[in-house]
């Protein structure tokens, strides 16, 4: 009991977010803490970040629409 509201378990906010939102498991690492971070993001645009302590308990961190993968190497360009 005690937890905040914003924690879930993993597999209920991946399984929403795959089915409400049509997101997809993009990329993941692994924060200095232990800490679990996941990118879901759709063809669509929407995005979410979620990072999951070793416990098992998640956090939704950020979410939002117009998510766009930057290439590997950008193309160069000057500021002058």
Known sequence: ???????MR??????????GFAEKLT????????????V???AE???TIISTQPSGYSCLI???KHW?????KAP????L
């Open 27 to 38: 990329s993941v690492g692994l924060a200095r803490n232990g800490n679990l971070i996941e």
């Open 76 to 79: 160069e360009f000057s500021m």
């Open 1 to 7: 009991h005690g937890r905040g509201g914003a924690e």
């Open 68 to 72: 766009d993968n930057v290439p590997d």
């Open 62 to 64: 950020a979410a939002g």
């Open 10 to 19: 993993i597999s209920d906010s991946i399984e929403g977010l795959e089915g």
């Open 45 to 47: 645009g929407s995005w």
């Open 40 to 42: 879901l993001t759709s």
